[in-house]
């Protein structure tokens, strides 16, 4: 209502306008005087401006005329489309005129109007190799994602915009969860352009999601031989493609080609840690300890880890905690300061009952690094020593309430995983977990938690003088082995739970 409003009071003010000029023009006393011939003729004010005019309209007819003119000739010395091109030059000026606010549209994200200019330039220009791509990008920031799987399928038929419609198929397919067909269209789309870098990606990531390692490793050599990935990056990724077939090998009970994928892995990228230890159980399986040792070594020169020990020990697992403290020796000598290297050489003391050489292996790390492991050791160390059941437990409430520690994290999305995997289970990135200090823990504990090791240490104080009983308990030495400890600290935890639920009984009490 307000539009047509305003233009009835344009079209009204125009004329007013035209009609005032024209009035003042008449009454004017000036004019124009023309010499045709030797005969003159004597123009008016108004007279010289419809003349004007006039001039104008004849000179853009005779040039419309003349471009016809033009088209013609051409028409008859053989080019056949020369009318039609003359015809259709408004059309196609008005067809990119639209086409080029489509995009613009679509770069705004205003995509109802993208997809109404993509059509309306469409009309005009007949070029669905252009106005498609538009039309389908516009209609999936829309949310119409009907319409834009039928404008894909579309730019599918045409040999120039089939890549881009498989491609925009393929990540529809994605967002819907159908891996299966979007590996399909990855590999056609991979056919088609191979050096494109997330199509790459995309059939690499796909491939390794659903097991198939063989088509993954020679993804990643084309990956390599297009010049998209360094050497350096490619052995590594190789290497956690060969380590997760051998991990699935070994699942299937093919333990022998298990073993020789795990062996290539290694070799491959010998700091890679879960192929580190894989490697050095097959080796081990084989009877060449030598080998099993010096790949652990070296894996632990690079990357110290508690997977590297485990498998360390299982080279002599019926060794005796003295000899095994001995043998331990030559992998703690390496990366001596390192917190796993102190940390384990902490445990073998305590395997051994050596509690005072357990307590030198930890030094300050409970001041800096405290995470619950660290603590846990300290309790069991304590608790080796002798020292109260308030110490051992006020350590074990430290470790609730502490950081996890090192832990398998993914460094694209910060996911935390329990093991390690080619894939993150969240993002789906591949080889993106690192051995590192997630940056928050994943457990998260109710307030006040931090103040059970008060409460616990609180409950043991004794309000009497004790018996004899109780002070050769408390300062008598235990002798408990590592193993007895280990299941104290876990008995320990729900006990604490419950003291300090005793503890909120006796304060109402009172």
Same mark, same amino acid.
């Given at each position: 209502?307000?539009?047509?409003?305003?233009?009835?009071?344009?079209?009204?003010?125009?004329?007013?306008?035209?009609?005032?000029?024209?009035?003042?023009?008449?009454?004017?006393?000036?004019?124009?005087?023309?010499?045709?011939?030797?005969?003159?003729?004597?123009?008016?004010?108004?007279?010289?401006?419809?003349?004007?005019?006039?001039?104008?309209?004849?000179?853009?007819?005779?040039?419309?005329?003349?471009?016809?003119?033009?088209?013609?000739?051409?028409?008859?010395?053989?080019?056949?489309?020369?009318?039609?091109?003359?015809?259709?030059?408004?059309?196609?000026?008005?067809?990119?005129?639209?086409?080029?606010?489509?995009?613009?549209?679509?770069?705004?994200?205003?995509?109802?109007?993208?997809?109404?200019?993509?059509?309306?330039?469409?009309?005009?220009?007949?070029?669905?190799?252009?106005?498609?791509?538009?039309?389908?990008?516009?209609?999936?920031?829309?949310?119409?994602?009907?319409?834009?799987?039928?404008?894909?399928?579309?730019?599918?038929?045409?040999?120039?915009?089939?890549?881009?419609?498989?491609?925009?198929?393929?990540?529809?397919?994605?967002?819907?969860?159908?891996?299966?067909?979007?590996?399909?269209?990855?590999?056609?789309?991979?056919?088609?352009?191979?050096?494109?870098?997330?199509?790459?990606?995309?059939?690499?990531?796909?491939?390794?999601?659903?097991?198939?390692?063989?088509?993954?490793?020679?993804?990643?050599?084309?990956?390599?031989?297009?010049?998209?990935?360094?050497?350096?990056?490619?052995?590594?990724?190789?290497?956690?493609?060969?380590?997760?077939?051998?991990?699935?090998?070994?699942?299937?009970?093919?333990?022998?080609?298990?073993?020789?994928?795990?062996?290539?892995?290694?070799?491959?990228?010998?700091?890679?840690?879960?192929?580190?230890?894989?490697?050095?159980?097959?080796?081990?399986?084989?009877?060449?300890?030598?080998?099993?040792?010096?790949?652990?070594?070296?894996?632990?020169?690079?990357? %110290?880890?508690?997977?590297?020990? /485990?498998?360390? @020990?299982? +080279? $002599?697992? #019926? =060794?005796? &905690?003295?000899?095994? *403290?001995? !043998?331990?020796?030559?992998?703690?000598?390496?990366?001596?300061?390192?917190?796993?290297?102190?940390?384990?050489?902490?445990?073998?003391?305590?395997?051994?009952?050596?509690?005072?050489?357990?307590?030198?292996?930890?030094?300050?790390?409970?001041?800096?690094? %405290?995470?619950?492991?660290?603590? /846990?050791?300290? @309790?069991? +160390? $304590?608790? #080796? =020593?002798? &020292?109260?059941?308030? *110490?051992? !437990?006020?350590?074990?409430?430290?470790?609730?309430?502490?950081?996890?520690?090192?832990?398998?994290?993914?460094?694209?999305?910060?996911?935390?995983?329990?093991?390690?995997?080619?894939?993150?289970?969240?993002?789906?990135?591949?080889?993106?977990?690192?051995?590192?200090?997630?940056?928050?823990?994943?457990?998260?504990?109710?307030?006040?938690?931090?103040?059970?090791?008060?409460?616990?240490?609180?409950?043991?104080?004794?309000?009497?003088?004790?018996?004899?009983?109780?002070?050769?308990?408390?300062?008598?030495?235990?002798?408990?082995?590592?193993?007895?400890?280990?299941?104290?600290?876990?008995?320990?935890?729900?006990?604490?739970?419950?003291?300090?639920?005793?503890?909120?009984?006796?304060?109402?009490?009172?």
């Amino acid at each position: 209502m307000l539009w047509s409003l305003l233009k009835i009071v344009v079209f009204v003010v125009l004329v007013a306008a035209l009609t005032l000029g024209a009035g003042f023009l008449m009454e004017s006393s000036g004019g124009m005087m023309i010499t045709v011939a030797g005969t003159e003729y004597t123009l008016g004010a108004l007279q010289s401006v419809i003349a004007l005019l006039v001039l104008v309209v004849a000179l853009y007819v005779a040039f419309k005329v003349a471009g016809l003119l033009v088209a013609l000739l051409r028409f008859i010395n053989g080019d056949e489309t020369a009318l039609s091109r003359y015809f259709d030059r408004n059309r196609e000026r008005k067809g990119f005129q639209a086409l080029s606010e489509g995009i613009m549209a679509l770069a705004s994200g205003e995509g109802r109007l993208a997809m109404a200019k993509a059509s309306k330039a469409e009309k005009y220009l007949h070029r669905p190799e252009l106005t498609d791509l538009v039309s389908a990008q516009a209609a999936e920031m829309s949310g119409d994602r009907k319409k834009a799987e039928e404008v894909y399928k579309r730019l599918v038929t045409r040999d120039e915009t089939r890549f881009v419609g498989i491609r925009g198929l393929m990540k529809q397919k994605l967002a819907a969860g159908d891996t299966d067909t979007a590996l399909k269209l990855a590999e056609r789309a991979f056919a088609i352009k191979p050096r494109h870098v997330e199509v790459q990606d995309t059939l690499l990531r796909l491939q390794a999601e659903k097991a198939d390692y063989v088509g993954a490793r020679a993804t990643l050599a084309e990956k390599l031989k297009q010049g998209s990935l360094p050497r350096d990056v490619y052995r590594r990724r190789d290497a956690v493609l060969a380590l997760s077939s051998a991990q699935a090998m070994e699942q299937e009970g093919h333990h022998g080609e298990a073993n020789d994928a795990a062996i290539r892995a290694n070799k491959a990228s010998p700091d890679l840690i879960p192929a580190a230890a894989m490697a050095a159980r097959a080796y081990t399986a084989q009877g060449n300890k030598r080998y099993a040792t010096k790949v652990l070594k070296k894996a632990w020169a690079a990357n %110290p880890h508690p997977d590297l020990a /485990a498998a360390y @020990a299982e +080279i $002599e697992p #019926g =060794e005796s &905690a003295t000899d095994r *403290v001995r !043998r331990f020796g030559t992998l703690t000598s390496i990366n001596p300061d390192h917190r796993e290297t102190r940390l384990l050489r902490a445990e073998l003391a305590l395997s051994a009952e050596d509690f005072p050489a357990a307590r030198r292996a930890m030094g300050a790390m409970t001041e800096h690094e %405290p995470d619950a492991r660290v603590l /846990a050791v300290m @309790a069991a +160390i $304590e608790r #080796g =020593e002798g &020292a109260s059941d308030a *110490v051992v !437990r006020g350590w074990l409430a430290k470790a609730l309430t502490a950081s996890r520690g090192p832990q398998w994290v993914c460094g694209n999305c910060h996911t935390i995983h329990g093991d390690w995997a080619p894939l993150c289970s969240n993002c789906g990135a591949f080889d993106s977990l690192e051995w590192t200090t997630p940056v928050q823990s994943e457990v998260v504990l109710p307030a006040g938690a931090d103040m059970l090791p008060l409460i616990v240490g609180a409950l043991e104080k004794p309000t009497a003088d004790p018996g004899p009983a109780a002070t050769t308990e408390a300062t008598a030495p235990n002798s408990d082995t590592k193993s007895d400890i280990i299941d104290a600290e876990t008995a320990d935890e729900p006990e604490t739970a419950r003291a300090a639920g005793s503890d909120s009984e006796r304060s109402r009490a009172k």
